[in-house]
């Protein structure tokens, strides 16, 4: 079985400053991890996966995870965060090779505030 | 390109009415469907979600239902309403068999049941 925890509820940093939001995951099987981002009232919008490839990842909007195997974590960065960056961010899990069902399993969810 | 279209986008609805929303992908074939909820303040919930025409699996006993009448649409219903159903409701699509693909959400559904 596979579970995500994503530690803070609310992170709030200032404009320009660095974004670090975090995800611990915990599965028996090699796992596919994924930071999804909502802006309110819209559906959830995919900004990175990894895959079992590079161990680290750019997304869109100048976004960044690392995969560490030994820590379970994939947190996600952003070196400068712009306004537009405020919104829910959800880190999400699922077993390498989970057949028909595809099923992901997702974190609590971190709000993002950026202050001017 | 693969498109999923969900509506409507708002409704509010007594308690003890019925509900059906629903949910259509275009651009693709047999695709893994999903149904989540989001209440205030809260995560993600899986509802239910389908491998293929006719096939539901449920996730948590509640008082909604869906089905799947065509490939590629995927409807969530309700005979009677409760309070407790209000709540954004998302639909999500993957490729079948393609766990990395990951998902691929609709625009979703604010529901506010009074």
């Known amino acids: 079985a596979q579970s995500v925890t994503q530690l803070g509820s609310h992170v709030s940093v200032s404009e320009g400053a660095l974004v670090l939001l975090r995800c611990n995951y915990s599965s028996s099987v090699p796992p596919y991890l994924f930071w999804y981002v909502q802006y309110p009232n819209q559906g959830l919008q995919l900004l990175l996966k990894?895959?079992?490839?590079?161990?680290l990842v750019k997304g869109i909007n100048g976004f960044e995870a690392e995969f560490k195997k030994s820590e379970t974590s994939f947190h996600l960065t952003k070196p400068s965060a712009h306004m537009s960056d405020a919104a829910e961010y959800f880190c999400a899990v699922t077993a390498a090779g989970s057949g028909n069902t595809g099923k992901l399993i997702f974190g609590q969810g971190t709000t993002l505030q950026v202050k001017p | 390109s693969q498109t999923i279209h969900q509506w409507p986008a708002t409704l509010v609805q007594p308690v003890g009415s019925p509900l059906s929303l629903e949910c259509t992908v275009e651009g693709t074939s047999n695709p893994n469907l999903y149904w989540y909820r989001q209440a205030a303040g809260r995560g993600l919930q899986l509802l239910f979600y389908s491998v293929g025409i006719g096939q539901i699996s449920s996730e948590v006993p509640q008082n909604l239902s869906a089905s799947r009448p065509q490939d590629r649409q995927f409807i969530l219903s309700s005979k009677k309403l409760l309070l407790s159903d209000s709540g954004f409701y998302l639909c999500?699509?993957?490729?079948?068999?393609?766990?990395?693909?990951?998902?691929?959400f609709g625009s979703g559904t604010r529901l506010t049941v009074v």
């Open positions: 990894y895959t079992s490839a590079a161990t």
């Open positions: 999500a699509w993957s490729a079948l068999g393609q766990g990395y693909g990951g998902y691929t």
